[in-house]
């Protein structure tokens, strides 16, 4: 597992990033595998009265007093606990004042990025939040589609060469938001290793009280803190 310092923020890709990429209006269909409908063009899908029709159990993403004793090695990121693809690489997003933003998991299919909110004791947070963002989406002129997976509503968007493909899971007070970036090429392979990551996932929200959309607080291991700030302060190394 290779550890990364700074990354530069892209608009949509993280939890809250707000550098954007420009819309690219010749592109008029997705990949093969994800197909644009030209017949929603004006807007996305409206998961009102519709069902994901898949089979099985689901597994997780799991809340912390509910973690299965499965021998899955996770990375520790506090209020997240991630599994990760063979060969995965991580990149730590810093802030300019130096707290941790975000941290995003790279294999040679995409960008993942995986993080929880403080959502409400009773009712859904997701179906609200992916309606915001489909919107904003789509109106930043990029092409939008709502599909639906295991854990319900899925959106889809390609913007320039990238395709974005976003799951949502509603927990006991919080919510999952999980993120893919890549090429349409790798886009039916980087959603397998999405839903994966979020099958696999812990999230630890803690007991103190927080307002609603509060991102959790992210750490990581004391081994990749160390690398942060010997690359932050090169002058400190032997």
Do not use: C
Request: hydrophobic share 35%; proline share 9%; no cysteine.
């Amino acid at each position: 597992m290779a550890i990364f310092g700074r990354s530069r923020r892209g608009r949509h890709t993280g939890a809250d990033s707000d550098a954007g990429y420009a819309p690219d209006d010749s592109v008029d269909a997705y990949a093969d595998d994800v197909p644009y409908d030209d017949n929603v063009d004006d807007g996305y899908y409206d998961e009102s009265g519709d069902e994901y029709a898949g089979e099985g159990p689901l597994a997780g993403p799991y809340d912390e007093d509910e973690a299965p004793d499965d021998g899955v090695t996770r990375l520790d990121l506090g209020s997240v606990r991630l599994p990760l693809p063979p060969d995965a690489q991580v990149q730590v997003e810093m802030d300019p004042q130096g707290p941790l933003r975000a941290v995003h998991v790279l294999t040679p299919n995409g960008r993942f990025t995986v993080s929880a909110y403080a959502a409400p004791k009773s009712g859904e947070l997701w179906p609200e939040i992916s309606r915001e963002l489909a919107d904003q989406l789509h109106g930043d002129g990029a092409r939008v589609r709502r599909e639906f997976g295991e854990w319900g509503a899925e959106l889809v968007a390609f913007v320039n060469d990238v395709l974005l493909r976003f799951v949502g899971v509603d927990g006991p007070r919080w919510m999952l938001r999980a993120v893919s970036a890549g090429p349409k090429e790798t886009s039916a392979k980087a959603a397998e290793e999405l839903r994966d990551m979020v099958r696999g996932t812990v999230v630890a929200r803690g007991e103190q009280p927080m307002p609603v959309r509060t991102p959790l607080p992210l750490s990581v291991p004391e081994e990749i803190a160390q690398y942060i700030a010997q690359a932050q302060n090169p002058q400190n190394q032997g």
